[in-house]
């Protein structure tokens, strides 16, 4: 992952990350609740990564719609 994504991911969740550049294990598990199904499936096989790195966009990208809303908001 880019590290402004990485940061951007941990600066939301409020994780303190020295490195921003983040494997699709953990950023799944900064952004997915702990007990998600996605992160109880076997990693580094090509369908369970592909469900989780789904999950993971699904969850950040609700995250950026609800953060530009309250950006929005603000300014009304």
Known sequence: MTPEV???TARSVDADKQNHVQ???T???LVLPSDH???K???H???PDAV???WAYCTMLEGAKYHRSRQN???Q
Do not use: I, M, P, V
């Open 27 to 29: 950023l799944a598990e």
């Open 45 to 47: 096989r090509a369908g």
């Open 6 to 8: 990485g940061e951007w």
């Open 37 to 39: 199904e996605a992160l």
């Open 41 to 43: 499936a076997q990693r």
């Open 23 to 25: 494997t699709l294990s």
């Open 52 to 54: 989780l790195g789904y």
């Open 73 to 75: 908001g603000a300014k």
